[in-house]
C-alpha cells in the first residue's frame, strides 16, 4: 500500500514544532559486552534452547528532514548456545519498497564476540557481505550472516530503518523462534497523531507505560514504553495456521490527525475506498473486463448446457482443466489474464480472476474474494482494511439459490470446496454493492470410512479383504499422492508388508470422479500369532489405529485449528476359528467431548463365530481454544489406548 502524504503546511508545521527527539539511553550498550554472557553455556529457563536472544531494544520516532519519516533504531544482542543455533546468525531485516515509497535501512553494524583462552575476541560484520533480496511484490529483505560463529558467541548487532509509511507503523515482535530474555520497544509519538495499538499474543506486558513529555514550540510526544521479558521461543505446534498468529507483538494504524486550527482527518480506510481501488486495479478489477479473447468459449457452454447452474460447473471445469498453477500467490497478477489463458498457466490471483470473468461474460453474479491462506496469517474482521493482509484471490458466485466459493488452481476440488490453506477464517467479497465477509469453511469433513472381512486359522493366520473409502480433504490428498506417483507406483508401495500385515496390491476406483468417494480395495494377510495352537493374539485394529498423541504439552496457549471436521470410522468383522473363544476383549468405551465438540466411540460385540470392531472418531469443530485442550488431549489419549488393546482367543476345545 502506498504511504500516506501530507500537505506542505503540514509538513512545515511539524518543522516549526521540532518532533525528532534523541533516543534515550539503553540499559545495554552496543559493543559492551560481559564476560558472564559469553561464559553462558545454557539458558536456565530452555535448556534445550540453541540461541537466545538476550536483549532486543527498538526505539522509533518521527524525524523531519526534506520529508517526515519514521525512524527506528534497533540493537539486538544473541547468544549462540549450540551450533543448531547458528542460523540465527543470519539475520534479515525486511524493508518495504513499492512504486516512490521505499524504505532506507542505513548504518548495519555488528560484532561477533568469543572468548578465546580468556581473552574477550570480536570480529566486525564485514559491510561488503550485505545484500539485498526480494521477498515479493512489496517487500525486501536487507541479508547478513555474523562471522566467525561458534558455540559462545555473542552477537551484538545495530542498525536503522527510515520510512515514509507513517499510516501503519512496521510491528514489533517481542516473541521469536528463540526465546526472548529482555524485549524492549520505545515509541515518542507527536500528540498530533492518534495511532490504535494492536496487541496479541499470548504473554502479558512486564511494562506498559505511556507519558507526556514535552517539545519544541510547546508540542507535547506521547512516549511509550512496552517491555516483555523471559518469553519461550514461538515454535510451531501440531494443528495451527501461522505460527505468527500467535506471536506475540504490537501493531499501529493511524487513525486520525489532529492538528491546531485545522479539522481532524481521519485517516483509517473504509472498505467502500479500498473496493473501489481494487475494482480500479490494473492488476485486479480491470482484468474482470478483459473478455473478449475467451468469447466463444462462453458460447460452447451455454450452447451445451442452458441450466445456470451447469454453465457455472462447466466454465470452472473448463478453467481447472485449461490452467496450471505455477504455485504464487499474491492478491494481483502479474500478468494479464489473457497472457496466463494463452501460457495455460498463471498465478492463483490470474486464475481466478480469469474464472471470475468467464462467470461474468456468461450472464452469472461472481466476484472475486481476497483472501489469506493459513501461513500467511489469520485476518482481523474488526481492524481497519489493509490490503497487505490479503494474499490469494478466489471466486464467489450465486446460481441456483446456492453460493459457490470456487478456486480452480486444483484440478481435484469438487465445486465449493476449497483448498485447505485457503480455511483460515474469513475472506472479502470484492464487489461494488453489498461488499463484505464471507466465511472460509469447509464444506465436508477429513472422511475415512475402512471396512474389513477378515477369517482367522487356527494358527492364527489372517485373511481377508480391506477396503478404505475416503472423501472431502482425506479423499483430495490421497487422489494427489497417487497421482503424483502414479497408480502402478502407488499400488507398489502399499502392496509391502506393514508391520505384521501384507497389504495385496490394491484396487483403485473413482480416481478421477471427484465428486465421488475414492475406494480402494486390497487383500489382507498375516502370519500366524498361535502359542502352541491355543492361544492367538489378534490386534484388532490392523495396524488402522492411532499410535501417538499429537497433543504433548501439557497446556496449550494457541487454540488448535483441525482446518475441518474429522470422521474416521473403522469397522472389521473377525470370523474366529472354530473351538476358540473370546478370552480377554477391550471394553466398550464413548468418550464425549464438551458442547459437542466429538466424540471418540469404540465397541466390540461378538455374534456366534463373527467378532466384530467398531471404532469412530468425530470431531464436530475445525476450532478448540485453549480452554478446550485438556479436553481434546484426554479424548486422543483414549483413542490411542484403545486402539492400542489386543483381543485373546483362547481353544477350548480339541481338534
Known amino acids: 500500500m502506498k504511504a500516506r502524504t501530507f500537505t506542505k503546511s503540514i509538513i512545515l508545521f511539524l518543522l516549526l514544532g521540532g518532533i525528532a527527539t534523541q533516543a534515550q539511553a539503553q540499559a545495554a550498550k552496543f559493543g559492551k559486552i560481559e564476560e558472564a554472557e559469553l561464559k553462558m553455556r545454557t539458558y536456565d529457563k530452555d535448556t534445550s534452547a540453541a540461541a537466545v536472544i538476550l536483549s532486543d531494544y527498538g526505539f522509533t520516532r518521527f524525524e523531519l528532514s526534506g520529508e517526515l519519516r519514521v525512524v527506528t533504531e534497533r540493537h539486538m544482542r544473541i547468544k549462540i548456545l549450540k551450533k543448531s543455533g547458528y542460523d540465527i546468525a543470519n539475520i534479515e531485516v525486511p524493508y518495504y519498497s513499492y512504486g516512490t515509497t521505499r524504505d532506507k535501512v542505513l548504518s548495519i553494524k555488528g560484532f561477533t564476540y568469543n572468548l578465546e583462552n580468556g581473552e574477550i575476541q570480536k570480529e566486525k560484520l564485514d559491510a561488503k557481505t550485505v545484500f539485498d533480496e526480494k521477498r515479493n511484490e512489496y517487500w525486501y529483505l536487507k541479508k547478513f550472516t555474523m562471522p566467525n560463529i561458534k558455540e559462545g558467541s555473542v552477537i551484538d548487532v545495530a542498525f536503522t530503518t527510515s520510512s515514509e509509511r507513517i499510516y501503519s507503523l512496521d510491528d514489533w515482535e517481542f516473541q521469536k523462534s528463540v526465546p526472548t530474555v529482555w524485549s524492549e520497544y520505545r515509541l515518542r509519538i507527536p500528540e498530533y497523531f492518534d495511532y490504535k495499538f494492536l496487541m496479541q499474543g499470548y504473554h502479558p506486558l512486564y511494562k506498559n507505560d505511556n507519558q507526556k513529555e514535552g517539545g519544541a514550540a510547546n508540542m507535547v510526544n506521547n512516549a511509550y514504553v512496552f517491555i516483555m521479558k523471559d518469553l519461550p521461543a514461538l515454535k510451531e505446534e501440531n494443528y495451527i495456521t501461522s505460527v505468527t498468529d500467535y506471536q506475540s507483538k504490537i ?210 493366520e489372517m485373511s481377508g479383504t480391506g477396503r478404505e473409502s475416503a472423501a472431502g480433504y482425506n479423499a483430495l490428498y490421497l487422489r494427489k499422492t497417487i497421482l503424483e506417483e502414479g497408480e502402478s507406483k502407488y499400488a507398489e508401495r502399499i502392496a509391502k508388508e506393514v508391520g505384521d500385515f501384507k497389504m495385496g496390491k490394491p484396487e483403485i476406483k473413482n480416481l478421477r470422479e471427484i465428486n465421488n468417494a475414492l475406494d480402494i480395495t486390497y487383500a489382507i494377510s498375516a502370519s500366524g500369532s498361535a502359542q502352541a495352537n491355543s492361544i492367538i493374539y489378534l490386534n484388532p485394529m490392523l495396524g488402522q489405529g492411532e499410535k501417538e498423541n499429537p497433543f504433548k504439552l501439557e497446556e496449550r496457549l494457541y487454540p488448535v485449528d483441525f482446518g475441518a471436521p474429522i470422521d474416521e470410522t473403522y469397522i472389521c468383522r473377525f470370523t474366529i476359528p472354530e473351538g476358540y473363544e473370546l478370552d480377554e476383549v477391550p471394553k466398550g468405551i464413548a468418550v464425549n467431548l464438551p458442547e459437542k465438540g466429538g466424540r471418540f466411540m469404540y465397541v466390540v460385540q461378538q455374534q456366534d463365530n463373527v467378532v466384530q470392531v467398531m471404532s469412530k472418531v468425530s470431531i464436530n469443530k475445525p476450532i478448540f481454544y485453549a480452554p478446550e485442550y485438556s479436553h481434546l488431549k484426554e479424548l486422543y489419549n483414549q483413542i490411542i489406548a484403545k486402539h492400542a488393546e489386543q483381543i485373546v482367543l483362547k481353544k477350548t476345545v480339541a481338534n
Open 251 to 460: 501493531g499501529f494504524e493511524l487513525q486520525q490527525v489532529n492538528f491546531p486550527g485545522e479539522p481532524t482527518r481521519i485517516m483509517t480506510g473504509n472498505w467502500d475506498k479500498v473496493v473501489e481501488d481494487l475494482l480500479s486495479s490494473e492488476s485486479f478489477g480491470t482484468q474482470l473486463n478483459r473478455n473478449n479473447f475467451f468469447k466463444e468459449d462462453i458460447a460452447a457452454v451455454q450452447a451445451k448446457h442452458k441450466d445456470p447452474e451447469q454453465q457455472m460447473l462447466a466454465l470452472y471445469d473448463l478453467v481447472k482443466n485449461r490452467m496450471t498453477w505455477n504455485d504464487k500467490t499474491g492478491l494481483y497478477t502479474d500478468n494479464p489474464i489473457r497472457k496466463a489463458y494463452e501460457l495455460r498457466q498463471g498465478s492463483a490471483a490470474e486464475i481466478n480472476l480469469l474464472l471470475t470473468s468467464m462467470l461474468l461474460e456468461a450472464g452469472l453474479d461472481a466476484s472475486p474474494v481476497a483472501v489469506s491462506t493459513r501461513n500467511h496469517g489469520r485476518v482481523l474482521t474488526t481492524a481497519s482494511p489493509m490490503i497487505s493482509k490479503f494474499n490469494y484471490v478466489i471466486a464467489h458466485v450465486k446460481v441456483g439459490g446456492k453460493e459457490y466459493l470456487l478456486d480452480a488452481t486444483e484440478p481435484l476440488l469438487p465445486a465449493g470446496m476449497l483448498p485447505f490453506r485457503c480455511l483460515n477464517g474469513h475472506g472479502r467479497l470484492i464487489r461494488k454493492k453489498d461488499h463484505g465477509w464471507l466465511a472460509l469453511n469447509a464444506i465436508s469433513p477429513r472422511s475415512k470410512l475402512f471396512s474389513a472381512e477378515i477369517t482367522i486359522n487356527s494358527h492364527g
